[in-house]
């Protein structure tokens, strides 16, 4: 080099140029700094301890009747009264919380893992494969959600929660391969993938290794607004009749029970609405506080 | 330092031909029955241990050709031959472990690297594809990499974005080193530096190659910085060379009128220089590589072609003009 | 003594980031004659490209424009109201950027974008806008100008659509045309071109010109004067043929060294600038440029020169320059030029 009587020390171009901030701790302050999005993380984080602590605890036992008085209103000892069946309604909203927890968060991770999958590989690999694909994706689009999911739900037979959370995840995978094929898409075209190839990476290193660690961002952002969604699919069609059965407890099935008593007390119907739209909207400023803590473009 | 340019002078003699490139077409489609002709039949070869320098303008195939020789790009049609092996012949797990001999530095300091890994794993990255060292060794080896290209050996675990872009390069030259490859491509590794970072990459890159007697062909834009670091130099016009010399002799003695152009437009740092030099206009604009035009590419805007004549009619071969300068066309004694 | 045309003092402008403060521009003054064409050059980060936006107000958030003055014919433009700066622009101010693709609209016409700047600024109406319009792409000389004032701007090559700006810019006849970086991606002989243009319209229509570049061959041969910047500050100005012959700050000096030039003949070892380019949030201390620098001293560290007359008509902000560094510190022969080589202080050591 110039000069080989310097040291070592100041050789070098010492000092980095920023302080050292990796991008995820940059996102994280970035998240922070948004009032609405850390109220709905906190909030969000308050209901998944609710959701896991009703496994094993609740005020009151959910499966006996006549704990409280039925359609009684709100009291001291039952803050949000009683349902038709006299059960305590706030009981009942905890393990709905971990109903609607358990569906929203399962159907995305069955949704994440086909996703990401089809996506990557239909993305890189492209040619035949890629056609094929983008070919299924637009006709399970075609399909409208509900008929996809009352047919899977008679075929599997209705009830259980896994068969809830396959036929909605059947209806909602197709956004998650969409994204994901968009950004290898775009990732694939970056210098860094080409500089990774000239390096001697394999096709498996690429995907794994450089395209998908690139997408995360968008793709925690989908799965996040895509939990609220899967949510109110279930509540909807919990509300119909062919999500959860009694007596398991889910907000939307609630809210079908308590629509009859609407009148005499509203109290049955508006807790687990209430809940459900809390918990939807908070998903969403999460989800919307997430995109723009991700941006890389935002950086500053 | 004075004992860096002696050697510098010293190793200029060439060694053997490295790399043999014959007839390189890469055309891309571009709709119904067109084609981009990128790169349009070209020969020439690298000898060990010097640096041949490629130079041209945008749309002229410089890039296409860099990223062909490189094998990121698969030739149309041409032969590329390292050292005895057939490169275009080459298909998967074979080709693959060709690339440990033909790295590249790329242009752009910001989009070369990965920015959710760590410069370590970044410079490493060939050593594991490769699996040539693992451990402690392979530890070792990437400090030593970033030792040998100025930067601090403990930055393993740092990202990208907090180095500045001159880090960065270094960064990627540490990369392109690791495996210790017979031919480097410099991409337009320093166009995108500032002027002040750009001398000390190039310095870098000189020094490397005394060092490793390392190989380079370096395509760049800036004919100053190619002047200054090649050995040899190259230049292309849609998708063609249209002339090929020693350093101080096709910058002297340009053999071909766009050669000439080229070097006219140069602006110089010199405000006495500068206006006493003439620019040498070109008419019009530069043709499409979908239609490029016939016979001699350049004659639509060149100031001396005879139109209608041979320049119209008949393309000139890149052929020996004078001793070890090579010009394609038909009038190139009458250039300089 | 004519006046001049624009009148520049201690302009500030600074970004409020979230990592800090960023005094990107921090207390330039200059003078612009009427048709003169000065140069400003640095390299990137210096603050050239934020000076000229600044003096249009068109400075992006996160930043602003945090105090001084720009004069122009007296009147500061940044205590004016937002319609009387716009009034201004377009047509007294013209600016040109880098990119033409950006800053021309992809969905209207050429022709029709060059009799918009007339018509927004009504000194023209429709009827003589048009053929003012086809007159402009003449005098830049775009050839076809009466077919091509119909085509979209993606139908044009680079270095028209460069053209195509210059006459946008030029359609209201302004007194001043900035110019950021306008050949910088563009091929060279299309550079070459497009300088000279640049130059005929400064002779011809006597507007004068800022440059900003950070190619010292562009100003070589376009400008009369140059401003030399580094970290937000002017380190030096003066008359071009005098500042490439005699620098006398060491950044200047140095970088000048830097340059790989067409014309060498003989292969030098480029004389690098060591180290960064300086952190803006926290600059350092004293003069900005002193850990790089080959030639501070104690003072350097600890003060911040102003600029000084160093010789007619020129002026540098050092506490050494570069006539005492060749006197005293032997700067003639310096082969090695690290920070601090030439005066001893610190050798090698690069300081924060």
């Known amino acids: 080099m110039a000069t080989a009587s310097a040291t070592p020390a100041d050789r070098f171009d010492a000092v980095p140029a920023r302080a050292q901030v990796s991008l995820w701790s940059d996102a994280w302050r970035r998240l922070r700094r948004n009032r609405l999005a850390a109220v709905s993380a906190f909030y969000l984080a308050f209901v998944f301890a609710v959701a896991i602590i009703s496994l094993v605890w609740t005020p009151y036992s959910t499966s006996h009747l006549g704990v409280v008085t039925p359609y009684g209103g709100p009291s001291g000892a039952h803050p949000l009264g009683g349902d038709q069946y006299g059960r305590d309604i706030l009981s009942r909203l905890m393990e709905g919380a971990r109903t609607s927890m358990t569906v929203g968060v399962g159907t995305q991770i069955v949704v994440l893992a086909v996703g990401i999958t089809v996506g990557l590989l239909a993305g890189y690999f492209r040619g035949w494969f890629d056609t094929v694909v983008t070919l299924v994706i637009n006709i399970f689009y075609g399909i409208p959600d509900l008929l996809v999911a009352l047919i899977l739900v008679f075929l599997i037979g209705q009830g259980s929660l896994g068969t809830i959370i396959f036929a909605i995840a059947v209806t909602r995978w197709m956004d998650m391969a969409r994204l994901v094929r968009g950004q290898t898409l775009s990732i694939r075209e970056r210098e860094f993938v080409e500089a990774a190839k000239a390096s001697g990476a394999k096709p498996r290193k690429i995907i794994f290794g450089h395209i998908l660690p690139n997408a995360l961002g968008p793709i925690i952002v989908q799965a996040t607004i895509g939990v609220p969604s899967a949510i109110l699919f279930e509540a909807f069609m919990s509300f119909l009749g062919l999500g959860i059965q009694p007596p398991t407890a889910s907000w939307g099935s609630m809210a079908a029970d308590g629509v009859n008593a609407i009148r005499i007390s509203p109290h049955i119907v508006l807790a687990p609405s209430l809940a459900l739209m809390i918990t939807l909207m908070a998903f969403n400023f999460l989800g919307d506080g997430l995109r723009d803590a991700l941006d890389p473009r935002q950086r500053r | ?336 | 003594m004519t006046e001049p045309i624009l009148r520049v003092r201690d302009l500030e402008t600074k970004f409020f980031t979230d990592d800090g403060v960023v005094q990107a521009v921090d207390g330039v003054s200059f003078d612009l004659m009427p048709g003169e064409t000065l140069g400003i050059v640095g390299e990137s980060g210096c603050g050239k490209s934020m000076t000229a936006l600044s003096l249009l107000r068109l400075v992006p958030e996160p930043g602003r424009v945090t105090g001084g003055e720009v004069l122009f014919k007296g009147n500061d433009i940044l205590q004016m109201t937002a319609d009387e700066v716009r009034d201004l622009r377009g047509k007294d101010l013209a600016m040109i950027f880098q990119d033409p693709q950006s800053s021309l609209n992809p969905v209207l016409r050429t022709g029709f974008q060059i009799q918009e700047a007339m018509l927004a600024h009504h000194t023209a109406d429709r009827k003589s806008s048009a053929r003012k319009a086809v007159d402009l792409l003449k005098q830049v000389r775009i050839p076809a100008a009466e077919s091509r004032v119909k085509d979209y701007p993606h139908q044009l090559s680079g270095g028209m659509r460069q053209r195509a700006m210059i006459a946008m810019g030029l359609a209201n006849s302004p007194s001043v045309l900035i110019a950021d970086e306008p050949t910088t991606a563009l091929d060279v002989t299309v550079q070459a071109q497009i300088l000279e243009l640049i130059r005929d319209l400064n002779q011809e229509l006597n507007t004068a010109v800022i440059m900003i570049t950070h190619n010292l061959g562009v100003v070589a041969g376009l400008c009369t004067r140059i401003i030399v910047m580094y970290a937000g500050r002017i380190v030096e100005e003066g008359p071009t043929k005098q500042i490439f012959k005699n620098p006398q700050h060491p950044y200047t000096w140095s970088l000048l060294r830097s340059l790989p030039r067409v014309d060498a003949d003989r292969r030098e070892r480029l004389r690098s600038i060591e180290g960064l380019p300086p952190d803006l949030i926290h600059p350092p201390s004293g003069c900005r440029f002193h850990p790089r620098c080959p030639f501070r001293v104690e003072r350097c560290y600890r003060e911040d020169p102003a600029l000084a007359q160093v010789a007619p008509d020129q002026r540098a902000a050092c506490w050494v320059t570069m006539d005492r560094a060749y006197k005293e510190m032997n700067a003639g022969e310096l082969v090695d030029v690290r920070p601090g080589a030439g005066s001893g202080v610190n050798p090698g050591v690069l300081d924060g």
């Open chain 2, 1 to 336: 330092m004075a004992e860096a340019a002696v050697a510098a002078e010293a190793r200029r003699a060439p060694g053997r031909t490295l790399l043999d490139v014959r007839e390189i077409v890469k055309h891309f489609p571009a709709g119904v029955g067109q084609s981009v002709k990128a790169v349009d039949g070209v020969t020439f070869d690298i000898k060990s241990g010097e640096t041949l320098g490629l130079v041209g303008e945008s749309g002229c195939g410089k890039s296409t050709l860099g990223r062909v020789i490189a094998q990121l790009i698969a030739p149309t049609s041409g032969s590329i031959v390292l050292e005895d092996v057939e490169l275009t012949k080459l298909r998967g797990e074979k080709l693959r472990q060709q690339r440990r001999q033909l790295q590249m530095i790329f242009q752009d300091p910001f989009a070369s690297l990965d920015p959710r890994m760590t410069v370590g794993d970044i410079v490493a990255e060939p050593i594991d594809n490769f699996g040539v060292m693992r451990g402690k060794q392979r530890t070792e080896r990437v400090k030593e990499l970033l030792r040998v290209v100025g930067l601090n050996p403990y930055f393993t675990n740092r990202y990208p974005h907090e180095f500045s872009g001159g880090q960065r390069q270094r960064i990627g030259i540490a990369r392109a080193l690791a495996v210790n490859p017979k031919l480097i491509v410099c991409d337009e590794a320093v166009s995108a530096l500032d002027v002040s970072i750009q001398a000390q990459i190039v310095n870098l890159l000189e020094d490397l190659q005394a060092q490793f007697n390392l190989t380079y062909l370096f395509i760049a834009h800036d004919l100053s910085v190619v002047r200054h670091i090649s050995d040899r130099v190259m230049v292309m016009y849609l998708g063609k060379l249209v002339e090929l010399a020693g350093r101080d002799d096709i910058y002297d003695h340009p053999k071909h009128p766009y050669t000439r152009a080229l070097l006219s437009a140069i602006p110089v740092p010199d405000p006495e220089v500068q206006s006493q030099r003439r620019l040498v206009e070109l008419k019009g604009e530069i043709p499409s590589p979908i239609n490029p035009p016939a016979a001699c590419r350049f004659h639509t805007r060149c100031p001396i072609a005879r139109v209608p004549g041979i320049c119209s009619e008949q393309e000139p071969l890149l052929e020996e003009k004078a001793r070890d300068h090579l010009s394609a066309c038909h009038f190139a004694n009458e250039v300089s």
